[in-house]
Nanobody, 120 residues
Framework: QVQLVESGGGSVQAGGSLRLSCAAS????????MAWFRQVPGKEREFVAA????????YYADSVKGRFTISRDNAKNTVYLQLNSLKPEDTAVYYC?????????????WGLGTQVTVSS
């Protein structure tokens, strides 16, 4: 089992920034690729970004490429998502996921999510 706890969400104005964190516990963190997804009410959860086990490779959804950056610190069992140049359409609950595969990401474990709200 892997437990994932997200933090860092909040309310910001358009153009602002946030940094999300996801702390993992349980099994060996570096055994998993990590990813961020997001979901708004009434819509399916959508992929945002992923990072492979060592952090050497990353992958982004087109909608966030150039604005969001995923990173990880295996010594701290934590994955991050830096959100820059935020837009109102980035408003969602952001979820952290651990995956035994890098691409395609197939989440084995999920966190409970953290809310990001971007106002215009």
């Amino acid at each position: 089992q892997v437990q994932l706890v997200e933090s860092g969400g909040g309310s910001v104005q358009a153009g602002g920034s946030l940094r999300l964190s996801c702390a993992a516990s349980g099994r060996t963190f570096s055994d998993y690729a990590m990813a961020w997804f997001r979901q708004v009410p009434g819509k399916e959860r959508e992929f945002v970004a992923a990072i492979e086990r060592s952090g050497g490779h990353t992958y982004y959804a087109d909608s966030v490429k150039g604005r969001f950056t995923i990173s990880r610190d295996n010594a701290k069992n934590t994955v991050y998502l830096q959100l820059n140049s935020l837009k109102p359409e980035d408003t969602a609950v952001y979820y952290c996921a651990a995956s035994s595969k890098f691409l395609p990401i197939a989440a084995d474990y999920w966190g409970l999510g953290t809310q990001v709200t971007v106002s215009s």
